[in-house]
């Protein structure tokens, strides 16, 4: 009712001043108006506090991320496994250590304690490893000899994971930013894909001696090519974005375009490449291990390729399949639960799933 007796008022004084032009220098219009700012306006005093309290929470890429990760219930029983799973990794072999190899006159020689096949029971959780000619494991506890070797299974998949995503990352941001490496890379690429892997790894391990560091060279040294051809494309595909072209116009250095323009719009599609590296290192390790290019048993060396190795090179799983099991037990969920982390980390770092 107010603002509009005010505006009444304000619509009368200007039509009497287009009437009379002449009362224009004899009223004024701001005294007119400041009359009724006190009838619109009213003063309810000023915080500093209350000036910078901000309305909405600011924005934080990696809070949100992780907050949509533990929306999903399924990433927790991931974690939960994954947690179990290292537990035992880590304290197994001392909740029931029975030795696998003892000190003999000219090194190391198997223990065998049992002459029968003696599956899961309360003191052997699962079971007695006996299957025919095994001659490092044959009679020893399955319980100790699985979680020993998923120690190093895992130290090995971890280091081999770290080290083919480091190293792709960098090669897949070179090549995909300067144009002179792509043609030398495609045909390294090429020509590395033209050789059988397998023969390639006898090749060399006839030439090295087995030990965890030449393992990883072995796994490591083309192991990141599938990881940078992947990066590569992908900048390939945003290079020319209207945004880097800009910020090149600005001056900002190589270094700064591949970190700060490209790289970080690649996290989602990055994680989804790298959620399988450690179970794809263990697998390989397995590979290796069943051709005897792995680690050396008689050096109390054990992996869970080993194990699954002697395993299946003996009939004896089909009578007694918990020897099967029992290894098949720690590969496949670890597997599955790097896998599935990995989808739903790549989801959760989308800035598009952020809105």
Known sequence: MKKLKRKVEEDRLFQTIDDDPRLADTVSIDDTIETNVEDLFKVVGTSDEKIEK??????????????????????????????????????????????????????????????????????????????????????????????KGSQLSLILGTVVALIDTVVGIIMGSLWGYFRWLDPILIEFRNFVNNIPTLLLDILLMQILKPSFWVLVFLLTALGWIGLAGFIRNQIIIIRNREYNIASQTLGSSSVTMITHNLLPYLVSVIITVVSTAIPEAISAEVGLAYFNLSFNASNNEITLGQVLTQVSRSLSWMEHPYLLIAPMM??????????????ALADATDPKSHR
């Open 54 to 147: 901000l309305d909405s929470t600011p924005y934080s890429y990696w809070s949100l991320t992780f907050k949509y990760l533990f929306k999903n219930p399924l990433v927790i029983v991931c974690l939960v496994v994954l947690a179990v799973l290292i537990f035992f990794t880590i304290f197994g072999p001392l909740m029931r250590n029975y030795p696998i190899l003892e000190k003999s006159g000219s090194g190391y020689a198997a223990i065998n304690r049992w002459k029968e096949v003696i599956g899961p029971n309360a003191e052997h959780w699962f079971g007695v490893f006996y299957p025919s000619g095994s001659a490092v494991f044959e009679g020893t506890d399955l319980w100790y000899i699985v979680w």
């Open 330 to 343: 720690v590969m496949a969920p670890l597997t599955i639960t790097f896998f599935y982390l990995g989808l």
